[in-house]
């Protein structure tokens, strides 16, 4: 079955800058965009940032200019490089595709989640 799998949270200090990782694998036929998610304690889970096959790229407002997303050639992995962290960059970061797993069937896939805490 399709997994995403992320890597890369942790503790951090205002200023500070971490990279996050995610691969997909599995039964992929294609992948369509790829993108991360944010989801703060008791605030309902954000876009953070998302890549398409066109090469298109949004960012959320609150995090343009520190963060920049970006996918490997074989475009199975994504990451987040976050720069300039701030206090109110702490969440549960979630690493979201939709792909194909063959020529007809597609579908939203989602990893387990990796924690970002900043704080001093």
């Known amino acids: 079955q399709v997994q995403l799998v992320e890597s890369g949270g942790g503790l951090v200090q205002p200023g500070g800058s971490l990279t996050l990782t995610c691969t997909a694998s599995g039964p992929i036929f294609s992948i369509i965009g790829m993108g991360w998610y944010r989801q703060a304690p008791g605030k309902e889970r954000e876009l953070v940032a998302r890549v398409n096959n066109g090469g298109g790229i949004d960012y959320a407002e609150s995090v343009k200019g520190r963060f920049t997303i970006s996918r490997d050639n074989a475009k199975t992995t994504v990451y987040l490089q976050m720069n300039s962290l701030k206090p109110e960059d702490t969440a549960v970061y979630y690493c979201?595709?939709?792909?194909?797993?063959?020529?007809?069937?597609?579908?939203?896939?989602w990893g387990q989640g990796t924690q970002v805490t900043v704080s001093s």
């Open positions: 979201q595709s939709h792909l194909y797993e063959t020529m007809t069937t597609w579908g939203e896939y």
